[in-house]
């Protein structure tokens, strides 16, 4: 299967409020050249599958749209984050694919 990769640096962040939930914002340029690339294969809440690999660590998750930022947003699983000694602030490069 081919796929489309997208390398990039983005920063560890938290979302506010109470869930904890941890992010790293798919860069503006980086998102809209996904959004016409491959808008179409958008699931539920406008999510696209994606295989991320940052450092040794490598999994299937989904990025989401933010309307408010017009990026993608990628969540950041525990597991992911202890493996790879990840914290919030911590700058990251991260190769992101998508198939086509």
Known sequence: MQRMTYRF???VWLYPGNA???FATV???VSEEIKNMHGHMSRGFG???VTVT???TTWQTSIF???KSGTYLLPLKAEVRKLE???VGDDITLNLEIPL
């Open 85 to 87: 000694g990840l914290s």
């Open 20 to 22: 904890a939930w941890h």
């Open 47 to 49: 999510s696209i599958r």
């Open 9 to 11: 640096d983005s920063e």
């Open 54 to 56: 940052i450092g040794v």
């Open 27 to 29: 860069p503006q340029e």
């Open 65 to 67: 749209p933010d309307k």
